[in-house]
C-alpha cells in the first residue's frame, strides 16, 4: 500500500544533540513537507520541497535543515540551535504541481528532549 | 502572508446534531484552495473535504459541507448527524494557487457526545 512512513514513532533525546527525523514516501509525489505541531499553535510549515535537490523554508526553519537527495525522502535534522525542540513532527507529501492536490500524511514522531 | 483563523478553540455537538466549525483568512491572492483536515486522537491528518475558490458552489462531501463566502473570506464547515468519530480536532487550511505551501489555522477541538 502506498503511503508515507515516519521513523520512529517517539524519539527522546538529550539537549545540545543534533537528531534527525525519517521520513519516506512511496506515493511518486514530488513535493514533500515537514510540520510542526505545538498545543494550541497548530501545524507551522518548517520546510518543504516541491522537487528533488531543491527545497524552501518555511514560517519556522530556524534550528532546523533539511535534505532532498532522493524523490522519495526527507530527512528533517532538529540541531541543538533549536530553542524549543521538543513537538510533534508530521511529514507530508502531494503531487505539488497539481496546486489542489491535497497532502497526505504521516503518523508523526513526537521529539522529546530533556 | 496569508493568515488562517478559527477562533472557537473547542465545540461539542450532540450526537446526531449538525454542527457548524468556523474558519476565516487573510489573502491578496485571487486564485486558491481552501481545506478542511480532521486530526483524530490517533493523530493522523486525514483530509476532509476543499473547495476551489474559483467555483461559487459549496463542496459536499457526504455529512460535510461548507459554507464558502470569498467577499468575505469565510469557510466554515457543516457536519451534519454528527457520530461519535467525528470526535477529533478539526483544522482549516489555506492554500494559493501559485505554490503548494500549505498554511493551517490552529485547529478546534470537536468533542460529540453520546
Known amino acids: 500500500d502506498g503511503g508515507i512512513t515516519q521513523s520512529p514513532k517517539y524519539l527522546f533525546r538529550k539537549e545540545g544533540q543534533n537528531v534527525t527525523l525519517s521520513c519516506e514516501q512511496n506515493?511518486?509525489?514530488?513535493?514533500m513537507y515537514w510540520y510542526r505541531q505545538d498545543p494550541g499553535q497548530g501545524l507551522r510549515l518548517i520546510y518543504y520541497?516541491?522537487?528533488?535537490?531543491?527545497?524552501q523554508k518555511g514560517d519556522i526553519a530556524e534550528g532546523y535543515s533539511v535534505s532532498r537527495e532522493k524523490k522519495e525522502s526527507f530527512p528533517l535534522t532538529v540541531t541543538s540551535a533549536q530553542k524549543n525542540p521538543t513537538a510533534f513532527y508530521l511529514c507530508?507529501?502531494?503531487?505539488?504541481?497539481?496546486?489542489?492536490?491535497?497532502?497526505?500524511f504521516g503518523n508523526g514522531t513526537r521529539l522529546t528532549v530533556t | 502572508a496569508q493568515t488562517v483563523t478559527q477562533s472557537q478553540p473547542e465545540m461539542s455537538v450532540q450526537e446526531a446534531e449538525t454542527v457548524t466549525l468556523s474558519c476565516t483568512y487573510d489573502t491578496s491572492e485571487s486564485n486558491y484552495y481552501l481545506f478542511w483536515y480532521k486530526q483524530p486522537p490517533s493523530r493522523q491528518m486525514i483530509l476532509v473535504i476543499r473547495q476551489e475558490a474559483y467555483k461559487q458552489q459549496n463542496a459536499t462531501e457526504n455529512r460535510f459541507s461548507v459554507n464558502f463566502q470569498k467577499a468575505a473570506k469565510s469557510f466554515s464547515l457543516k457536519i451534519s448527524d454528527s457520530q461519535l468519530g467525528d470526535t477529533a480536532m478539526y483544522f482549516c487550511?489555506?492554500?494559493?494557487?501559485?505554490?503548494?505551501?500549505?498554511?493551517f489555522g490552529k485547529g478546534i477541538t470537536l468533542s460529540v457526545r453520546p
Open positions: 487550511a489555506f492554500m494559493p494557487g501559485a505554490n503548494s505551501k500549505l498554511t
Open positions: 507530508a507529501s502531494s503531487r505539488g504541481t497539481v496546486y489542489n492536490s491535497p497532502l497526505h
Open positions: 520541497s516541491q522537487i528533488v535537490n531543491d527545497f
Open positions: 506515493l511518486n509525489h514530488d513535493a
